[in-house]
């Protein structure tokens, strides 16, 4: 059974970093994607990040490109971990983040997306 667990959410003030973790078990990752979307109260759920397992291709969305970095453990195997290093945090980032995973390239749509964590809050004070 797969599972996604999300940790690393939390408090911090505008400017501030804070670094998400996704572990990701119950199967081997090889060939597949594994993405950061998130949702704020009120909004769709929104693409944030993907990469695909060895770390070829990497999308961003325009609203995180240059403050957002998004890697891997890089040891896609029955358990593997993906990150989502968030630096220039700004109240907009507000949201809970969910870590995604699928098989074959990255995408920015959450439909294609096959497995869910249960997320984990980020809030930025202004």
């Known amino acids: 059974q797969v599972q996604l667990v999300e940790s690393g959410g939390g408090l911090v003030q505008t400017g501030g970093s804070l670094r998400l973790s996704c572990g990701a078990s119950?199967?081997?990752?090889?060939?597949?994607?594994m993405a950061w979307f998130r949702q704020a109260p009120g909004k769709d759920r929104e693409f944030v990040a993907s990469?695909?397992?060895?770390?070829?291709?990497?999308?961003?969305?325009d609203s995180v490109k240059g403050r957002f970095t998004i890697s891997t453990d890089n040891s896609w195997t029955a358990i593997s971990t993906v990150y989502l290093q968030m630096n220039s945090l700004i109240p907009k980032d507000t949201a809970v983040y969910y870590c995604?995973?699928?098989?074959?390239?990255?995408?920015?749509?959450?439909?294609?997306?096959?497995?869910w964590g249960q997320g984990t809050q980020v809030t930025v004070s202004s």
């Open positions: 995604a995973a699928k098989y074959g390239r990255p995408t920015n749509n959450y439909n294609d997306f096959e497995y």
């Open positions: 119950g199967q081997t990752f090889y060939g597949h994607s």
């Open positions: 990469i695909l397992w060895n770390e070829e291709n990497v999308i961003y969305a």
